[in-house]
């Protein structure tokens, strides 16, 4: 073989390692497109392929899509809005954003909007969700995509074959005990699937209901933070001692669409998150779909510990397409978007959570029957004003309403992955995670 | 040459100097003058000189802190070990053997391969404890009662560190593969009538002649491996300590939306990046400058 020359070799070396990938932006910049930034649940990918073929094919407006994971959209987002970029006109953004982006003037209010388009019904959409988009100043900011709170979901097949019943309102005690009585009850299946996925979104929002519940929080109503107390520490003990003891494999890489897939695929018993993903789990290709029991959230010191969340579609200030953008949302957080997608895809599949009329149509409660009642139970009874046992800075029951949150949540959840991968302990992660609130409270008190 | 002539000789090239100038240097001042100011996206009102304190933010951060070690630690492991399964792979290929073009091209394609693309085979196909290679090809050897360790979270940063070793072997077996075809052969064969054992041979011909060849891969995989990102993004979301200094500043922009404390990381990250690259600029020189003096042998 002829030998390479090193000049060669080296500009190839070189042109090979620089190759740098770019990130995807929003396409077409038309007068009759709009982009839109969405997270890449299924209820979203239902969305996007349905959209062409009924919404673009109506208006003639053309809907470019950008698809991502939870953690990056919210980074993705907060910087397209934070700059009034203006390259995505629509996103979705949670009841966490809407209140925060509105007050920093990012987002379009949408109360004109809403008064002009009757078909649209303001007043169908569930009062806690409403609330929660409502920002300040008493305007609307945001529509919900869907709502949804959280309850324990279990194997009821499992269950009943060890003569163990679930109460409709356990508490966390003796959700623990079922857990350890169920661990191995079919080969390779595990107690309880909660998540261990470091994220203010992942791991951070089941555990800040555990912590609600066992009477901890954050913060105190006069900024004091409360992370190294012994009700918050007592709370994630029991959390990760639950999980360490009977979770799943992995715990600590394991979101919400990891322990979806241990549920679908037998490997957990019992598992306690999103009431969205009841309808995933009822779907009609499920291994799963029929076998399985509801109750609301455990609770251990207070009446429900049931989180509120909703994925909402915001249209950003800078867009001049606000019209558009405006009919895109009236579709998709409409009722006849719901009946669409229960026709063509099927009734489990819903966007559910959001409208009292969901709960009354008689083909949604054929499909969903199993959990709807449950459901629509948790998000009315959400108070994300009073969420605990004491009074708060801040709203929000799985998160703290401020801007800091999103940082102080993930910092501290990584310590508390750590733990439970045994590579730390719950002391120690949350002396850290003290250290960071209180640098966050401190600012606030100075407010 | 008068200096008019030296000038129009100059002048054609001057407009891409100009706009070289201007796409690699400007975003960094504006970088530097970010990493001066107070400035959290989140908080639009609060917006203003901050002069230092950023940087001794960075510096006192016990997180960022952590960071520039793990940064250290993965790139050390990460580049030392490629060089050595390359050292090895590269003496094996410079054998002639039949189908020696195939196994190069196959031994090359980890290279090849998108990196967060690697990192998510790795994390799950490989990995996953439940449905992982590892785990599966355990079961397969030892039966139903084989261990099932869960491996990224009982040696996450080996488990990073493993993924980019597989990608970055490659890289230095080309470089050190073209460091031995460049061997001059008389020299061994001379080595070899006077009754040089292989091992003599390597110690004392191969391996001063691979010396530089060696230097080299070490500093360019050290440029690149520092600013890894795919592979503690994607394996471990930065979690269980194997946030290194580009997660960091990632997580500072994106997740504290604090431009003014990313920039100022940033910056220190490019300080120590332009450290190594002087000393890989001189060994590529050095290369150049004997390559020109000795010729490339056919």
Redesign the interface.
Known sequence: MKSLRYGGLLAAVLMATTACAGAGGGGGTGENSINVLMVNNPQMQDLQKLAADNFTKDTGITVNFTVLPENDVRDKISQDFSSQAGQYDVATISNYETPIYARNGWLTPLDDHVAEDTAFDQGDILEPIRRSLTAADGKVYAQPFYGESSFLMYRKDVLDAQGITVPERPTWQQVADIAARVDGAQPGMKGICLRGQPGWGQLMAPLTTVVNTFGGTWFTEDWQARVNAPEFKQATEFYVNLVRAHGEAGAPQAGFAECLNNMTQGKVAMWYDATVAAGLLEAADSPVRGKLGFAQAPVVRTDSSAWLYTWAFGIQKASKKADNAWKFVSWASGKGYEELVGKSLGWSRVPDGKRRSTYQRPEYLAASGSFAAQAEAAIAGAKPDDPGVQARPAAGIQFVGIPEFTDLGTRVSQGISAAIAGSTTVDEALAEGQRLAEAVAAKHRGN | MTAAARWARRAPLLPALVFTILVTQLPFAATLVISLMRW?????ADRGFAGADNYVAVFTD??LRSAVGTTVVLTAVVVLVSLLLGLGLALLLDRRFAGRGVVRTMLIAP?LV?P?AAALLW?HALY???YGLFNGALTWLFGEGAP?P?W???M?LTAVEASLVWQWTP?MM??LL?GL??RPQDAVEAARVDGATPWQVFRHLTLPHLRQYLELGAL?GSI?VVQNFDAVFTI??????T?NLPYAVY??F?????YGRASAAGVVVVLGSIVIATFALRV?SS??RE?GRTG???
């Open positions: 959290n996206s989140l908080d639009p016990p997180d290279f998108v967060v994390k996953n404890p439940e099932q869960e990224i979270s009982e996450p890289f080309l470089i073209a075809q460049s360019l690149y471990t979301s930065g979690g269980l300590g946030a997580q500072t994106y997740q504290a939306h604090d590529v290369l150049l390559e490339v042998r056919a």
